[in-house]
């Protein structure tokens, strides 16, 4: 039969334990391994759709109320001959103050800072509307022409079907990425362009 220690003697150690009491728990902690990291769902880029037309729209209205409108009408005419070559494809309704541009803009991927490679262009509908002091711009019918194959003809593909196809999806959301830093460009440069003039009186020094 075993043997009992008494407490009163002197070997007894009163915080002895016993060594099989944490054997098991530390043999859960040894084999825990760190969590690993969640990844996060791809997040598409989110782009304006008009409620009414369904339609990719940039648009916008700028206030410039030290502007006449025959002033931003006439500077909105020389920024769309500047901007894309000569007498582009427009209508122009000096009447209402209103000009619809035809435009484009060449597209590009970009496999870093410094080099890009030409993806065809971006073809859509510009329209600017004027008032006394101020204009308002949308931009809509967006479609990707791609370059032209061996066969003579260019793919076309309208924003909205980048936008909601379930094919090829960041292939599809890169190229609606480069559009818009494109769009974003041109449209800075449109605002640029219709800002008047700084006028600088040389009696005033």
């Known amino acids: 039969m075993a043997q009992v220690q008494d407490p009163a003697s002197p070997g007894f150690d009163i915080g002895a334990t016993d060594s099989t009491s944490n054997q098991g728990a530390e043999g859960v902690e040894s084999e825990q391994q ?12 989110k782009l304006s759709v008009d409620s009414v037309t369904n339609l990719i729209t940039y648009t916008g ?27 582009p494809s427009y209508q122009s309704d000096k009447r209402n103050q ?9 597209a590009y991927s970009y496999s870093n800072k410094y080099t890009k490679k030409s993806i065809g262009r971006y073809n859509f509908k510009m329209t600017v509307w004027i008032k006394e002091g101020r204009y308002r711009y ?5 479609v990707h022409e791609g370059i032209k ?21 960041k292939g599809s959301d890169q190229t609606l990425r480069y559009a818009d830093k494109e769009l974003n460009k041109m449209i800075n440069g449109f ?15």
């Open 34 to 45: 760190p969590a690993a990291p969640i990844a996060k769902p791809y997040e598409r880029i």
């Open 61 to 87: 209205v700028i206030e410039q109320e030290e502007s006449p409108s025959d002033s931003l009408y006439s500077r909105a005419k020389k920024w769309a001959e500047k901007q894309f070559g000569g007498k």
């Open 98 to 106: 209103k000009l619809v541009i035809n435009g484009y803009l060449d």
């Open 138 to 142: 949308s931009i809509t019918n967006l």
């Open 149 to 169: 194959g061996n066969a003579g003809e260019a793919t076309r593909n309208y924003f909205e079907y980048y936008y909601t196809t379930t094919i090829n999806i």
């Open 191 to 205: 605002v640029k362009a219709m800002k008047d003039p700084v006028f600088v009186d040389e009696e005033d020094w």
